[in-house]
């Protein structure tokens, strides 16, 4: 029973922290090393202000938009977070059921522990992450099963040539999966696969990728520009700002603040969309009015998984809404594509 409950995101974490073992708690929430980067991920929304327009008579805003051909009832992606029976014992699939309820994108986690085909198996709109893994074929097979489920995009995450070091996994000796929880897709005649992140992995892999499929590709993890610039060249269809929640290279840059430099280098050719420390229907309008055209979040969706199943991650995603529809409104925008930095005079350093 969720009431009075959480009455933000930031509670679910607090409900969720109260509920889940430590340890899981711990894997879920940290970041690398000193977690500089998970901080400055959420103290870069702090930074920005936003001016609202008055009299513009917008009425209520629509939510609304469409994502690399993929409509969406609002800008709010969930981002891909692996291990979900960690959080709670049903799993993607209660996420998923979540996800669809709301009518936004889940990104399914290549690291899932339920199949990709049973999590789409709940109706929800899916988009696939993939490690980019050196065995080809291997690679190969698990994109044919997630076009074949029905995901409607590959989202490739290319800031893992190794595992970022954690040292709460490493305080808690958490470096395996519990009995009975493993990564689905890996399963192959009766044994799972190892997961390899290679340093060997570079732009030609992607031009392999390209000619594998025809979905739309995202490339997730880009924080330079020039990589920004080198994905369009190489003919991604979209780019996740992204440091991984801070979990890969501790140090790097709140995702926020890459985002106007890559959004200037990109020039629109294609979509962005930004992941990294989004609590609040107020941060969703600064990464619009930054350059994104959406975004992502990760770890509220698992602290409302681990507090109330389907039903917390419902919540989540409702609470989320209500204050985009909110911060929308008061700021005098009648939809999501028409927050821009200048339209709205919007944001001030
Ligand atoms: C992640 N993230 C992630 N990304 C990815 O491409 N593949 C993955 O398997 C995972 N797994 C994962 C697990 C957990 C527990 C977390 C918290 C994150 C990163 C994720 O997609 C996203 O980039 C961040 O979570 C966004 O930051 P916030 O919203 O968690 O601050």
């Given at each position: 029973?969720?009431?009075?409950g ?15 073992d ?9 970041g690398a ?28 805003p ?67 992450q993939?490690y ?16 074949a489920?029905g ?13 970022g070091?954690n ?21 192959e ?9 290679s340093p ?23 924080l ?47 979509p ?16 619009l ?9 990760g ?51």
């Amino acid at each position: 029973d969720l009431t009075p409950g959480p009455v933000n995101l930031r509670d679910f974490e607090t409900a969720a922290r109260d509920r889940l073992d430590p340890v899981y708690y711990d894997y879920f929430a940290s970041g690398a090393q000193d977690e500089l980067t998970v901080a400055a991920n959420e103290e870069a929304f702090r930074r920005h202000s936003l001016v609202p327009r008055v009299l513009r008579g917008a009425g209520r805003p629509r939510l609304d938009v469409t994502v690399l051909g993929t409509p969406a009832a609002m800008p709010v992606l969930l981002a891909p977070t692996a291990f979900h029976r960690l959080a709670h014992p049903e799993g993607e699939p209660a996420t998923a059921r979540a996800a669809a309820a709301a009518g936004v994108i889940m990104i399914a986690a290549m690291l899932s522990t339920v199949t990709v085909e049973e999590i789409a198996a709940t109706g929800a709109t899916l988009w696939f992450q993939l490690y980019p893994q050196p065995d080809l074929a291997f690679t190969g097979s698990l994109i044919r099963r997630a076009e074949a489920a029905g995901c409607r995009a590959l989202v490739v995450t290319a800031d893992s040539p190794a595992l970022g070091r954690n040292e709460r996994g490493d305080r808690n000796d958490f470096h395996d999966l519990p009995a009975g929880i493993h990564c689905a897709n890996m399963g192959e005649n009766g044994h799972v696969r190892q997961v390899v992140l290679s340093p060997d992995i570079s732009w030609e892999y992607l031009d392999r990728l390209r000619a594998m499929t025809s979905l739309p590709i995202l490339l997730k993890g880009v924080l330079h520009p020039r990589d920004a610039r080198l994905a369009v060249e190489h003919g991604v269809d979209g780019i996740v700002v992204s440091n991984h929640g801070g979990r890969q290279l501790d140090t790097t840059p709140a995702s926020l603040d890459r985002l106007p430099l890559i959004a200037a280098e990109v020039g629109g050719r294609v979509p962005l969309l930004l992941d990294g420390g989004v609590r609040r229907g107020t941060d969703v309008v600064k990464a619009l009015a930054l350059g994104a055209t959406a975004v992502a979040i990760g770890r509220p969706v698992l602290w409302g998984l681990a507090t109330g199943g389907e039903e917390g991650v419902g919540r989540v995603l409702s609470l989320l809404r209500a204050e985009l529809d909110n911060a929308l409104t008061l700021c005098g925008a009648a939809t999501p594509g028409e927050v821009t930095g200048d339209e709205l005079g919007g944001i001030l350093a």
